[in-house]
């Protein structure tokens, strides 16, 4: 079943159980789901690697703004971010941790024969393909200079 299909199928479950902080998740995946196939250059069907990004990019939204919101004291507004971040989670593969990731970084940098900091875009290119969607790429991104340097 495709995500879309799924996200139509939890969103009526949300609504029928009257979970607020679901629905409002769900929708805003939705939202982008469609935009992304509507975009310019985009198929009718899109691949499950750039739903992956889609909801990665949601996350990321929603955390720079939860940051805001705790640096301005809107503990409400705040609540409301972690919340879809928490929806939103539940629908991308596990998350690593940092030390998988570590673990995972030094057997690539070893694999793609990168010896100095000048290696790192082989790196990096080869992590965010390999890594993508279960892990964060400011954490590849910090692993892998600290792992160069």
Known sequence: MSLTNQIDQDIKQAMLGKQEARLRG???????????????????DISPETEIKVLQRLIKQRKESAEIYISQKR?????IEAEE????????????????????LKALIVRVGATSIK????VMGAANKELAGKADGRTISELVKELLN
């Open 26 to 44: 769900l929708r805003a995946i939705k939202s982008a789901l469609l935009l992304a196939r509507t975009e310019k250059g985009a198929s009718e």
């Open 75 to 79: 503990d409400d507004l705040y609540k």
């Open 85 to 104: 971040i928490e929806v939103i989670e539940a629908y991308l593969p596990k998350q690593m941790d940092r030390p998988e990731i570590e673990a995972f």
């Open 119 to 122: 290696d790192i875009g082989k």
